[in-house]
């Protein structure tokens, strides 16, 4: 499947947003709701993401067609590190273990920035690496 590449970069601004909440509330409800999204665009792609569905309703409409598409399973794979990530957070925070919480939170928090600012997946671009390892490791492959 294709998608429109300016859905996955607002998604990372409001992510950001949400992320940067939950590191100065230490608030767990709030990262397992980010994990939650998380999950949802990565088993779903964007048709099922909570934010897919804001930019489709509200900012779409106000845009001209996307003049490229891209492929929705790196960022599917990108949105399943995420998923990890915010998990592990709010597991941390959760627990009291609060250098973990920071620490994942805020690892999250980078990858969602680099992709709101600049418009670089970090998973996006490990998601050809990992397909060639896998391979590599699958006998018969």
Known sequence: M??????????????CAV?????????SLLLAAQAAVFALAACGGPRLSPYGLVF???VLPRLGPPST???????RFAQGIGL???SIGALGFLTRVEWLGLLA????????????AFGYCLGCELYPVV???RGRL???V
């Open 56 to 58: 489709r309703a509200l």
């Open 2 to 15: 294709q998608t429109d590449p300016r859905g996955p970069r607002f998604a990372a601004v409001l992510t």
């Open 138 to 140: 699958t006998p018969g």
């Open 69 to 75: 598409t891209e492929d929705e399973r790196p960022l």
């Open 105 to 116: 939170t805020s690892c999250a928090l980078a990858a969602a920035f680099l992709n709101a």
């Open 19 to 27: 992320l940067v909440l939950a590191l100065v509330t230490g608030s």
């Open 84 to 86: 990890v990530f915010a």
């Open 131 to 133: 397909r060639r390892a």
